[in-house]
């Protein structure tokens, strides 16, 4: 069954008003018709199953027919501050992170990252990245659009951790911990991880991230891309809390 993300406002007292390019996505893509069923998601964790009733020129009108809370939010809150790369190789990570269960994307402007970020083109890329994560949340199932953070520098960002979560940053050089051994013993609601750009972070960076509480921690003997690293990451972190069990 399809579903769709719409503003809150758009559902009350038992009816639904669709409008705008989501409406003619319905009516001329979709090709839905009067009695199709829909599942409307309200950001919150709401989750209502709509009827097609009346189709109009610029909207679509529907009755809510249950309401119910979404089950497949992941129990731990994982913010994946991803070093910026290349345009499709960023998109894959936010695409494929959402699906994943990622809450959050922080895209990190590091010293070796190549593409730099430019304010005259950002509003764009943003939505654009606001585009892909919604539909990938949709796609796969999920009751709440993850949140999309405006570029950061690198330390900003080490700086906005909040101090009752644990923060990892993985990284080649670490030799005292790997992933796994900064897990154990966490209990912990939510987990923000490194990752670094396609030349990877400088010493100083991690040094700085360290400083601040940041656990340098390794993803084992071999090197992974910069694409690859934080999907790997957020997958472990979530097998640790029980969140990919059946």
Known sequence: MRRFFVPPEWIEEGQASIRGEMAHRITQVLRMSQGDRVVLLDGTGSEYMVRLDEFGKHAVAGTVLAVSQGSTEPSIRITLCQGILKADKLEWVLQKGTELGVS?????ICQRSIPRFKSTKGSQRMLRWGRIITEAAEQCGRSRVPDLSPPLEFRSACRSVDGASLALIPWE???DASLKE???GHNTSQVYLFIGPEGGFQ??????????????VSLGKRILRAETAGLV??????YEAGDLEG
């Open 104 to 108: 959050a994307f922080i895209p990190l």
């Open 173 to 175: 050089g670490a030799r």
């Open 182 to 184: 900064a897990l154990k």
């Open 203 to 216: 010493e100083e960076e991690v040094e700085y991230a360290q400083g601040l509480g940041i656990i340098p």
């Open 233 to 238: 990451a957020a997958t472990a972190v979530l």
